[in-house]
């Protein structure tokens, strides 16, 4: 584990049996021993958005994660949010607590699908900016749109926060990807590293992993910056 640092991930799939994240309270408990090990200390429980979710059956299985936790003797602390493909009526799910924002927080994990263009993402942001949510762009890697110039400084401008996978950081030197991060990284236009992690044999946390790598770089912001200190605004819900 990091001694540095006590991190917060707020991009993970670890309520059981509700999304293609954990099967079972036994593949969420080995996530949950993962990420203790890696440093983590709060997460934010975020599984993906449908219009037939209980809400209610969300926030009980945030409770039996909460007790499993302590159960194994982890103190780690679980919220509630939702990862959000976006939809034209978005904002009005999030405003009537229909879609759920991180934590409780102003700011919402939105994620697009795949061969989303610009002015698709760009009218989203717009759209839950003005309806006074912050847009937190769920594994910003992913979209290729956003590798053209000037395009994450716009969303950025425009309200909108960035969130890259750990896993995608870990790429070595002539990873394009890996390369994409850190340059935005350091032009301050990524604020979250999470780890959207799923299952423990297909997709576990690789925090520590990115986290170290990243140290070694001198860079600014440093590390700790994304993977802990930019995350205590969502739970403070101050804007960052
Ligand atoms: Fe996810």
Excluded at 155 to 184: I, M, P
Aim: proline share 4%; aromatic share 8%.
């Amino acid at each position: 584990m990091t001694d540095q640092l006590e991190m917060i991930d707020i991009h993970a799939h670890i309520l059981p049996g509700i999304d293609d994240g954990a099967r079972n309270w036994e593949e969420t408990g080995h996530l949950l021993e993962a990420a203790w090990a890696q440093g983590v200390r709060h997460i934010i429980a975020t599984p993906h958005f449908s219009r037939k979710t209980d809400m209610e059956q969300l926030r009980q299985l945030k409770a039996g994660v909460r007790e499993l936790a302590h159960r194994k003797g982890l103190e780690l602390e679980i919220s509630l949010g939702q990862e959000l493909r976006y939809f034209e009526e978005l904002p009005l799910y999030l405003e009537q607590g229909r879609a759920l924002t991180l934590a409780e927080s102003r700011y919402a994990l939105v994620e697009f699908k795949p061969g989303d263009g610009f002015q698709t993402i760009r009218r989203a942001v717009r759209e839950l900016v003005q309806s006074g949510f912050i847009p937190v762009l769920a594994h910003a890697e992913r979209y290729l749109c956003l590798r053209e110039t000037g395009r994450t400084e716009e969303l950025v401008q425009s309200g909108a926060c960035l969130q890259v996978n750990a896993e995608s950081l870990t790429g070595g030197l002539f990873d394009r990807t890996a390369a994409w991060c850190l340059k935005e990284i350091q032009k301050g236009r990524i604020h979250f590293a999470a780890s959207d992690m799923h299952r423990p044999d297909t997709r576990p946390p690789r925090l520590e992993e990115a986290f170290k790598k990243l140290s070694k770089k001198r860079i600014c912001p440093d590390a700790a910056t994304i993977f802990g200190k930019n995350q205590r605004y969502i739970l403070e819900n101050k804007v960052l």
